[in-house]
């Protein structure tokens, strides 16, 4: 009987987990009020002042995880550079056709070194060639962004 009351207990929680959706909106993650927000062009001026920065960012998906949705990738300059998107403590996804929307996130940005392991690693969720992941040799410096909550539009 225990098993039973954990079984539909989980089920709750992974409902209350997922995601909420409108008919011009989806939600994934933890639910925001939109604040502040500012486009995801303008997370390099804020992390020249500080080392992380809690913010809200708006800009185009223009990457997914093609494995899960389990990260994305949203605009950072005008010379082709992105922001890594992860999603906190991997309690949510995003859909893996999400590319090329619209989408607010909240969280806390950071410029962070990522070592070329997990480079590789994020280079076959993406779909790159052996070849391509290959070339990976050196770590990089990244802007990323941990979000605890994405808006998506539909």
Do not use: R
Not at 66 to 87: A, H, I, R, T, Y
């Amino acid at each position: 009987m225990k098993s039973i009351y954990l079984f539909f207990l989980s089920i709750i929680l992974f409902i209350s987990c997922s995601t909420e959706q409108t008919n011009d909106v989806a939600y994934y993650g933890e639910a925001f009020e939109t604040e502040n927000v500012i486009a995801s062009t303008e997370l390099k001026n804020q992390l020249d002042k500080k080392e992380t920065v809690t913010v809200q960012l708006e800009g185009e998906i223009t990457g997914v995880c093609q494995k899960k949705g389990c990260w994305m990738k949203m605009p950072l300059d005008e010379s082709g550079n992105e922001v890594f998107v992860k999603f906190k403590d991997y309690k949510f996804f995003v859909p893996m056709d999400a590319s090329g929307k619209t989408a607010i996130i909240n969280g806390v940005a950071q410029k962070e070194v990522i070592d070329i392991a997990t480079l590789k690693h994020y280079a076959e969720d993406a779909g790159k060639s052996k070849e391509e992941i290959a070339l990976i040799v050196e770590p990089e410096t990244k802007y990323t962004f941990m979000a605890a909550g994405v808006v998506i539009e539909n």
